[in-house]
């Protein structure tokens, strides 16, 4: 026989009505958006670790020297305060031919000079004295391709040199304590190297820990994707129910209606990153922008999300029918409300030792631990907030003084799980803005802004080398004051190393001008500044500041969309209760502040809880650094959740007029 559970699934959806297709689009949009954010939150992760497998090239591996056939030397200087990577090659002579390096068609000769199309650009741009000048003289440049680049914006050249060329000498790979990956040399026998750049080594880890924090909130939205039309998907249900559908009928049902929705919604997320993909590669991180297929994942990942997506939103929906299974006359009722139990708060303390004991040692977990510890936390706070939301609602409802108030508390107790829902995406983003605005992260050594150095093999030379740069600054047009640094000199550029240190009066350009006109002097090796000494502590400082600022405007988004969907979804699904409310009386203003209320108690409670951690965590940070309280962003954290406040009230505020509709015929509307 038949199943009739697919022919019934679509008559129910068709003669929904209105309000029922408003449900379903909603569910759909949720779940586009939903797919579009994982999409692009894996595009980043995994083209992250793209962009940085581009640059272990330029990072040599050494081989035993009777092996070698060629010396790779690799540095880094800047201009504009963005740093360009050199790479020096040279072939050793009666050794066979060296491979070419990635994104050239054969190993440099001598004399030629190979640069980035975003170099290339700038060498145009700038006068010869203040980068050009740098790197051997030729007539035309030859182009890196994209095989040899992490990102078009990327300053990068690769220049040919003779073997005996002091670029490629042994005392230009001699390293101190701020050259490590930004200065290296070895013999090579090819370009197999296995070390990222500084700038691209942390960029999937920073990547990573912004999907950990984004995971939640997205995953909430689909959630509520999920749960749209609960309430008449559960009426109407039970009615089948008690009519002698069995239970397995009525989960197929939901799962059905649930999945079909959930898949074109994903399907049309999915079509949207492919379509913006152009537009996604536009928007820079890191070392800049990206290259299109960096972003693409593959169809594989592609259909496992879409996939996920409609699991999860059939999952949600699926989950709400377990009472209509076993207690359909209740339902239809409306006689059971959602209690929750004290196990929750018991299994949240438990989470929270087991975190604060596995992190007493936070120096040796490795970053995969940390996320995963992260996540952890998170879960813990989805399993606490229903519990809290259902104590708070009985605590307000036993000394409401007002209508509204004691509407909003009988709401909150009677299903704490869908208020919960409403404010749980900016619940969890509270821990993001508390901990991010208010830790300091980077060195807080001293800083010698302005200032140039030439690093010498000892004091004696560093005297010499002190009367040139006066004679080459001068004829630079450049005016600067020369000292020569002692070992004993640690707080100074060269850092406890003899040098000659120039400090430059003027602006970026007369740097700039300065770092060419002295790079004769370096022996192979480029002058050094602020920027190249800073290098990684700047760029952790920088990638986290960049992952954390975009997580927190995604997550008061995603928000405050999942609190507008959820507060239109709860207007349709509470008709029938609005409708007799009007019926007996009551105000449409009353209702409405109501629905305020009654997301804006949980949310000043829970919200604020979770900040404090956020903020705790962000102190304990500070301190084990050695650092202090970013006041700075005490201020900017004050505006987040402000700014997060406004937007969720907002979004509820979007559906009154869908509540005015929905009550502007009580006696139809009630059923």
């Known amino acids: 026989m038949r199943s009739p559970v697919l022919p019934l699934t679509w008559h129910l959806a068709r003669s929904s009505g209105r309000r029922g297709l408003q449900s379903q689009l909603l569910a759909a949009g949720a779940a586009a958006v939903g797919s579009f954010l994982m999409l692009v939150m894996i595009a980043a992760a995994l083209g992250a670790g793209t962009r940085a497998d581009h640059t272990t090239w330029r990072t040599p591996d050494a081989v035993p020297a009777k092996e070698a056939t060629a010396v790779q030397a690799t540095t880094t200087t800047y201009v504009r305060h963005e740093p360009v990577t050199v790479v020096n090659l040279a072939q050793l002579p009666g050794r066979k031919q060296t491979p070419a390096p990635p994104g050239l068609s054969g190993f440099p000769k001598q004399g030629q000079v190979y640069v980035s199309p975003a170099l290339a650009e700038l060498l145009h741009e700038l006068p010869a004295d203040q980068l050009a000048n740098r790197f051997p003289t030729v007539k035309s440049y030859g182009t890196i391709a994209v095989a040899g680049l992490a990102s078009p914006d990327e300053l990068v050249a690769v220049v040919g040199r003779a073997s005996d060329d002091a670029a490629v000498a042994k005392t230009a790979g001699e390293q101190n304590y701020y050259d490590e990956g930004l200065t290296e040399r070895a013999p090579i026998s090819g370009f197999s190297g296995s070390k990222e750049s500084v700038f691209t080594g942390i960029d999937q880890g920073t990547v990573l820990l912004g999907v950990v924090l984004l995971v939640m909130p997205v995953v909430v939205l689909a959630s509520a994707a999920g749960r749209l039309g609960a309430a008449r998907r559960e009426q109407r249900l039970a009615a089948l129910r008690l009519a002698g559908a069995t239970p397995r009928q009525i989960l197929a049902m939901t799962a059905v209606e649930a999945a079909g929705v959930g898949a074109a919604g994903a399907l049309a997320g999915a079509l949207a990153y492919t379509a913006l993909l152009p537009a996604l590669a536009e928007l820079p991180y890191g070392v800049g922008a990206w290259y299109t297929g960096q972003l693409w994942v593959g169809l594989a990942w592609l259909a496992a999300v ?366």
């Open 306 to 671: 879409v996939l996920a997506v409609t699991a999860l939103i059939t999952v949600s929906a699926v989950t709400m029918l377990r009472q209509v299974a076993k207690a359909p006359l209740g339902v239809a009722q409306q006689a059971h409300p959602r209690r929750t139990r004290v196990i929750r708060l018991l299994l949240f303390v438990a989470v929270l030792l087991y975190i604060w004991a596995t992190t007493g040692d936070s120096g040796q977990l490795k970053t995969r631990q940390l996320l995963a510890l992260l996540a952890l936390f998170y879960g813990a706070f989805w399993l606490l907030g229903p519990w809290v939301v259902d104590r708070l609602g009985r605590i307000v409802g036993r000394r409401a003084k007002r209508p509204a108030t004691l509407l909003a508390a009988r709401r909150l107790s009677d299903d704490p799980r869908a208020a919960w829902r409403t404010v749980s995406g900016l619940v969890l983003a509270g821990f993001v803005a508390g901990f991010f605005s208010v830790s300091t992260l980077g060195s807080e050594g001293p800083r010698h802004e302005g200032q140039v150095a030439v690093i010498t093999a000892n004091a004696s030379d560093a005297r010499h080398t002190a009367t040139e740069a006066r004679a080459l600054l001068h004829k630079a047009g450049v005016t600067a004051t020369v000292a020569v640094t002692s070992e004993d000199e640690y707080d100074s550029l060269p850092g406890g190393v003899p040098g000659v240190t120039a400090q430059v009066s003027g602006d970026e350009e007369h740097v700039d001008t300065a770092i060419t006109a002295l790079t004769p002097l370096g022996s192979g090796r480029y002058p050094i500044t602020q920027e190249y000494v800073s290098a990684p502590d700047d760029t952790a400082t920088a990638r986290v500041a960049t992952v954390s600022t975009a997580t927190l405007v995604l997550s008061f988004l995603v928000a405050a969309a999942s609190a507008g969907l959820t507060a239109a979804a709860n207007v349709l699904d509470r008709r029938r209760t609005y409708g007799l409310l009007r019926l007996a009386g009551t105000p449409l203003q009353v209702l409405d502040r109501a629905r305020v209320r009654e997301t804006v108690i949980p949310l000043a409670v829970l919200a604020g809880g979770t900040t404090a951690m956020g903020v705790f965590g962000a102190m304990q940070l500070n301190k084990a650094a050695g650092t202090t309280i970013n006041t700075s962003g005490a201020i900017q954290l004050v505006l987040c959740l402000a700014v997060g406040g406004l937007a969720m009230l907002g979004a509820i505020a979007g559906s009154r007029p869908l509540l005015r509709r929905v009550t502007a015929g009580p006696v139809q509307t009630a059923d």
